[in-house]
């Protein structure tokens, strides 16, 4: 299954590099279904938009809902480049995603695993199975750079 996460996470690797030369941090998600048909993808728009909530994930899980026509995306994983922050593990949540797989660990801003944990917090309701670490360092890499330019 790595393999296919690997393949899944070029997806998303691919969305954050579309966000060169717009000011936002590359980071990028993809929603594929259970036979691996992707559904929805996204990269930050934050700056481009305007948009305080236009993280990768809520692009892509967005898509996916229209595309399905329904919230409920409790058949599809969700790959992003980086840790889903505390606004996007509630949008997982609410969403009913039951993978989410990661590339690089946010020690800053993470909820799934890293500073919080929502995404498999056994207080709430749904719980989230998380593969972090598929291709981390081509992900890490991505941000390391674009905070390297910004400096």
Same mark, same amino acid.
């Given at each position: 299954?790595?393999? !296919?996460?690997?393949?899944?996470? %070029? ?6 590099? +579309? ?6 941090? =590359?980071? %990028? #998600? ?8 992707? $559904? ?7 700056? $481009?938009?305007?948009? =305080?909530? @236009?993280? @990768?994930? $809520? ?5 996916? #809902?229209?595309? !399905? ?12 480049? !980086? ?9 997982? $949540? ?37 593969? =972090?670490?598929?291709?981390? #360092?081509?992900?890490?890499? +991505? !941000? ?8």
């Amino acid at each position: 299954m790595n393999a !296919l996460y690997a393949d899944w996470m %070029g997806l998303a690797i691919a969305e954050a590099e +579309l966000t060169r030369g717009t000011g936002d941090v =590359p980071v %990028g #998600a993809v929603v594929v279904d259970a036979a691996g048909t992707v $559904l929805g993808a996204g990269r930050n728009r934050r700056e $481009l938009d305007a948009d =305080p909530t @236009a993280h @990768a994930e $809520l692009v892509a899980i967005r898509a996916a #809902a229209a595309r !399905l026509g329904s919230w409920r995306l409790d058949e599809a994983t969700l790959v992003v480049t !980086l840790e889903p922050c505390t606004m996007c593990a509630g949008a997982i $949540l609410q969403s009913r995603i039951p993978r989410v797989v990661f590339g690089a660990w946010d020690e800053k801003a993470g909820a799934a695993g890293s500073t919080y944990d929502l995404l498999r917090d056994r207080r709430l309701p749904h719980r989230v199975e998380v593969v =972090p670490g598929i291709r981390a #360092a081509e992900a890490a890499d +991505l !941000l390391a750079t674009f905070f390297e330019e910004r400096r």
